[in-house]
């Protein structure tokens, strides 16, 4: 149905995904995780993640250096704090456009190469940004303690229309603080949106041209198409997203570090996608909210509660579950983590979305024959 | 400490109504003000009450974090009115009844903060949202502390912090709700310029290597003013990243540099390296300029002496306080932390028991926990017996006022803990100093910001 | 000035020895097996831990508590009673004191063990996978490694005493037959130079002079054909990843005492040497070696005040700088092969 604006799969995966997303504060709260600093960082890492599929999963260029992106934009969004004013609204259109710009340079430089050699030059690019970050562009990013706002930065425009503050300034959103669920709702609506973009692009022929560019680039050279542009606008778009939610996470808690730019960080968004399922729209943000949960919640889990946990053991046995098991959580979640991802990589190649089209075929093969055929998209 | 979240509150359901609202432009921000004038951010109600501890457990501070953590959890029990009762029975004047805070128990949650600001900050941020710390203690960084008291105050909770030793904690980036044990970079300064003129003389060259962040450029800057006033002359000063390993690109220039005396301004692990490795190139066996060549380590702690091992000896630094002190409250203090962890407590340990302690003993002053009470209570308190002498919670800076060590590294240790002597207590009135020098602004105690 | 350059010039080549080592390891197993490993690192860490467990070992103590006197901190005195000086006495003594040197005996084995059995049980199972995914698997392994070090040893370092006669500077200029105490630098960092030096030209006689490494280097040139010939060049590239973790391991062994080891010390190298690895030229064994040395000597000079003066934070960011300098110009790296790891 190429003249609907949308067919009815994706208008139903994106309604179904606004819901969960919306519903989460109610539907995390048995789980310990509806609390609003986790869930904002739920939004805003799966804005990251969606971002960085764009890129990974379209065009298959791997990239370990998107967290310089997320960084930029989370400085841009304090300094239009500082400077312009306390409103959220301006603080993320510069962060996107800087990151964009950014992205755009670093971009042009990095796809000149393919492959390891890419990772290698984006790794350079954003580990040279951190350690300047963290050194020399200390006037601009004040350097290991982070960049914060202060009661007598000068605030131009809120000074112009003779806005005052009482107390510690934070960011609003036309006068309204962005804590809490107020903040939670507000990244969730940019979720949804990032969300929309994404599937549109997928669907679009742009998004195809992204695809081929995966499966054969050098065909693709073949025939005379110069492909480097279209790669071109999917590093920046997905530098634009990780922009955006760096720039979130500075409006909801305003401090930007230097740390969110190092590379482990970019390893981290690369964890989250290939847990989620690569190439997916859904998955990368799976694969956020999984790796977010288990650093705040896995890791929170202390011998108290494994006791607890056990105690309907007999006592030896308990003591022994609770030592064996107090590896893998509290300060050893990494250790979780990393048997989870090797894992995943090993038996599931295609994530934790391909587990669940795995378990779904089975379960369709077991029950009525469908009517319909299931067609798997070209890859 | 229980998984599931606690009941929605009247608050928390408010502000999610509130969300509703944004764009309407209506939403006043005071909305809160007059009404909840005594709800504040996690007001405890039932029978405890929650210190969130934001310790380094790993990363370049993580000894530090984990001694911390060891002196929390003994003070936690000493509130409580478990074990010897520790300090308690020497703190002067005392409020405290060793019943918990008012009445309350206290419990604790703790978060691992990697020596990281960025780490710090969300993880205090989850100690306040999701268990509801009444306060947050803790952090051996200035960079965190520096990070978190500012989330504090947008929260409006009360950061009672632990090791910093940074100007600007209470100086440039001071904020109400953050308050300092410790002593600072400048008092250092004043402390150990004298020691260090009466044994290297007043003719020195002196190299500085420095932890490129908020702690060591104000250490830097004030080693270099107190040295330059004793005549010293400063060849360099070279900043190497946080955390840096291998010092040794940053050390081979300064063997033929002309500089005689080098001024190591790390702390923790970096410190345990870039001293090893100074010496590990000879730095103490040179000459230059005729003289010995000296190491100054300006802040050190028993920790990292005991990491650095040999090297340490004869070196000279500062701390806010030492195991072997022989006054009641350290003496007291030594025989509780010994008796429970079989080791001597380092000063970060003891800066945060005292800052535990100081906090419980607002909050019964006060007679409430409501933040700007508390303030109030802590601001322009003086107190006795916690080991240091009399000491003063300046209300202008959060700073406390109070004697200052100068200590040498022990040449001829009898056991591993004992690496450090006292060479000098400097009294408070020789550190105290004019909080308006650093700038700043302590910002408001209310109306107190709401948390989520 | 001459002993200035020739002191920062001494501490690249001391830098750039670790650099090639950990790259040398890393380019044998890309070379051979095609595998992009991302773990290296950590081996490089499990081999100096191997270190710290030879010292634990060694510095056993039998500790009795006597209750009768109490220690300055108010706790029961320990009296402690060192057990390998007990049985062997003086030779005990040496044994503890150069406890670094002599567990490199004992890391061989474990380090061959751990390499063997790291392809034969994952590695081998993603050849014909993607580099992504290799790369992906192998830092997966490398974290869950890495936690396990320090769920056991826990999060500190764990500093490692090098021997008592190999502390200290030698005074190279006196040696020289310059002026004496002007050149000085550190005997053990002379040593791991020397070390580093002795392994590399190690590996490259062990594949240029033997059977072995000769059917190795035909492999690594035509795998199948090989293969045809009736070789076995699976297992032979099975020892080679052996060996990669080998030569890991001992250049960690012998860095103990320059840094004392920690859980994170891969991870705090892994970049660093796939970025020497990528300036080298990916799979060229003399690009890693010569790259290495190239960014330690970089690196070294960067760092001096009077370059930061003209070019500020340039020690932070030269070896990246570099890295993407030569990407740009030379994309095969220094002495790399054209079409290697493309697509």
Known sequence: MPTTFMSRNDLLLFLGFTIVVLAMPIWLAPFGAGYPDLLQRFMIYGIFAVGFNILFGLTGYLSFGHAAFFGVGSYTAVWSFKLLTLDAIPAMVFAVIVSALFALVIGFLCLRRSGIYFSILTLAFAQMSYNLAYSVLTPITNGETGLQLTLNDPRVLDAAIGQTFVGQPVPTLFGQQLSGYAGFYFCAGFLILAFFFAQRITGSPFGMMLKSIKSNQTRMQFTGFNTRPYALSAFVISGMYAGLAGALLAVTDPLAGAERMQWTASGEVVLMTILGGVGTLVGPVIGAWIIKYFENILSALNDNILARFWSFLPDGMADFMVTVTSKFVGDGWHLTLGLLFVIIVIFLPGGIMEGVRRIAAAVRRSGTPAAKTQTQPAE | ?452 | MFEVIFLQFLNGLDKGAAYALIALGLTLVFGTLGVVNFAHGALFMLGAFCAVTVRMFLTMETVTIDPTKLSPWGSPLEVREPLVQAWLGDFGAVLVNYSVPFSILITIPIMLLVGIALERGIIKHFYKRPHAEQILVTFGLAIVAQEVIKSIFGPNPIPQPMPTDLRGAADIGAFLGMQANVITYPLWRLIYFVFSAVVIAGVFAFLQFTTFGMVVRAGMADRETVGLLGINIDRRFTVMFGLAAVVAGMAGVMYTPLLPPNYHLGMDFLVLSFVVVVVGGMGSLPGAVAAGFLLGILQSFASMTQVKAIVPGIDQIIIYLVAVVILLVRPRGLLGRRGVMES
């Not at chain 2, 103490?284 to 000296?294: E, L």
Request: charged share 20%; with cysteine; glycine share 12%.
């Open chain 2, 1 to 452: 400490m229980t998984l599931l979240t606690r009941g929605l509150t009247r608050r928390r359901v408010l502000q999610t109504g509130m969300a509703g609202i944004i764009g309407t432009g209506v939403a006043p921000m005071m909305f809160t003000k007059g009404a909840w004038a005594q709800e504040f951010c996690n007001n405890p109600t039932g029978d405890t009450v929650t210190f969130g501890l934001n310790l380094p457990l790993t990363g370049t501070y993580a000894e530090e974090g984990a001694d911390e953590q060891k002196a929390y959890e003994l003070a936690i029990a000493h509130l409580n009115g478990e074990g010897d009762g520790g300090l308690l029975n020497v703190l002067a004047p005392s409020a405290l009844k060793g019943n918990g805070i008012l009445g309350k128990k206290v419990v604790y949650v703790s978060s691992d903060s990697q020596t990281k600001s960025d780490v710090a900050r969300a993880g205090a941020t989850r100690m306040i949202e999701r268990d509801g710390a009444i306060m947050i203690t803790g952090g051996s960084s200035s960079g965190e502390a520096i990070a978190v008291q500012g989330l504090c105050q947008e929260m409006g909770v009360i950061f009672m912090a632990g090791l910093t030793h940074s100007n600007d904690t209470t100086g440039k980036d001071k904020r109400r709700y953050g308050f300092r044990h410790f002593f600072n970079a400048y008092q250092s300064g004043i402390g150990l310029a004298p020691v260090l003129g009466q044994s290297y003389g007043n003719d020195r060259r002196a190299y500085h290597l420095t932890a490129d962040y908020t702690w060591g450029w104000t250490q830097e800057e004030s080693i270099k003013a107190a040295t330059e006033a004793l005549g010293w002359e400063t060849v360099a000063a070279v900043r190497t990243p946080l955390g840096a390993t291998d010092y040794s690109q940053y050390l081979t220039p300064i063997l033929n540099s002309g500089a005689d005396v080098l001024i190591l301004n790390h702390y923790g692990l970096d410190m345990v390296n870039s001293l090893t490795q100074a010496v590990q190139f000879g730095m103490r066996d040179r000459q230059a300029n005729g003289k010995d060549f000296q190491i100054v380590t300006p802040l050190i702690s028993e920790l990292m002496a005991k990491g650095a091992g040999e090297s340490v000896k004869g070196i000279f630094g500062t701390s806010n306080w030492h195991w072997n002190l022989q006054d009641p409250g350290s003496i007291a203090f030594t025989k509780s932390f010994g008796a429970a962890y079989g080791s001597p407590p380092s000063q970060a340990a003891h800066t945060a028991y005292v800052q535990a302690l100081l906090y419980a003993d607002a909050c019964e002053r006060a007679g409430t926990f409501y933040p700007p009470e508390v303030i109030k209570a802590l601001e322009g308190h003086e107190f006795d017996g916690m080991g240091n002498g009399k000491t003063l919670y300046r209300a202008e800076d959060h700073q406390c006022i109070k004697s200052v060590l100068v200590v040498q590294g022990n040449e001829s240790p009898t056991s591993e803990y004992d690496v450090l002597n006292v060479v000098q207590e400097i009294d408070r009135e020789t550190v105290a100093y004019d909080p308006s020098i650093f700038g700043g602004d302590l910002g408001p105690a209310e109306p107190a910001p709401m948390c989520a």
